[in-house]
């Protein structure tokens, strides 16, 4: 399921990456994708979201959810803490 989700992402405007979290066991599946502007991953979503819907459906316990969150990388600070 991810490779096929991964696939049709990648050729996707804007996709930077995935990254796929799985508990098995309890059927839950989180998957967090990076973009390179919001209008990227809306448009990415109305094209993608319902073959993940479908997917996730056959094999979830919940329908899917989705969350947009914007993510910051902290820059390198080693230079401020003190000797």
Known sequence: MADVIYLRL????GF????????YDNGRYNWISHW???DDLNH???QVYPLF????????HWPPSVE????YTP???E?????
């Open 16 to 23: 930077l990456g995935l990254h796929c979290l799985h508990d």
């Open 36 to 38: 390179d502007t919001k």
């Open 10 to 13: 990648k050729s996707q405007d």
């Open 75 to 77: 820059r390198n600070l």
């Open 79 to 83: 230079h401020l803490h003190a000797e």
């Open 68 to 71: 947009i969150y914007s993510y």
């Open 53 to 60: 819907k479908e997917m996730i459906g056959r094999q979830g």
């Open 44 to 46: 990415s979503f109305n």
